[in-house]
């Protein structure tokens, strides 16, 4: 029997690919608060108990290596979140294995049934969005 996260995240990459988006093409629904594309550097969509957000985490072994590829996007900031449609938040994280660069916060969550439907259509589009805010900096990236 699948959990509440399952059942959350097999409708939304049905969403995800009634939009026509090949982000999360190859994932299966999961167990976890989250969902992710593969690699060291990737974007996700997480949930919490009443609210959620989309993200773009970079977490490869090295973190100056971390850090030296958040400092390179963020030059770029204000054409990433003029692309997005919106501001992000963009955390540098020093000396932590993990940057990010991410919505702001959804007030709906997992815990909000009723509004499922609304919420996986929300995620969807900022997932979309903020995929195509970064894609042109996926080679040096390599995000896969």
């Known amino acids: 029997m699948l959990n509440e996260y399952e059942l959350f995240w097999a409708k939304f990459l049905k969403v995800l690919k009634d939009k026509r988006s090949n982000i999360m093409i190859d994932r299966p629904p999961t167990k ?3 969902l992710q594309t593969r690699g060291r550097v990737h974007l996700s969509a997480s949930l919490k108990k009443h609210g959620s957000f989309v993200v773009l985490c970079i977490e490869r072994s090295d973190p100056v290596e971390n850090t030296q590829l958040f400092r390179k ?8 979140e003029k692309k997005f449609g919106e501001s992000l938040l963009w955390e540098e ?3 932590i294995k993990r ?4 919505s702001e916060l959804i007030p709906l969550g997992i815990a909000d049934t009723d509004k499922h439907v609304e919420l996986q259509d929300i995620l969807s589009d900022k997932l979309i969005r903020l995929n195509s805010a970064l894609e042109i900096y996926y080679d040096w990236l390599e995000v896969k």
């Open 32 to 34: 976890k608060h989250w």
């Open 73 to 80: 996007l963020l030059l770029a900031k204000s054409e990433i």
């Open 93 to 95: 994280k020093p000396g």
């Open 99 to 102: 940057c990010t660069i991410k």
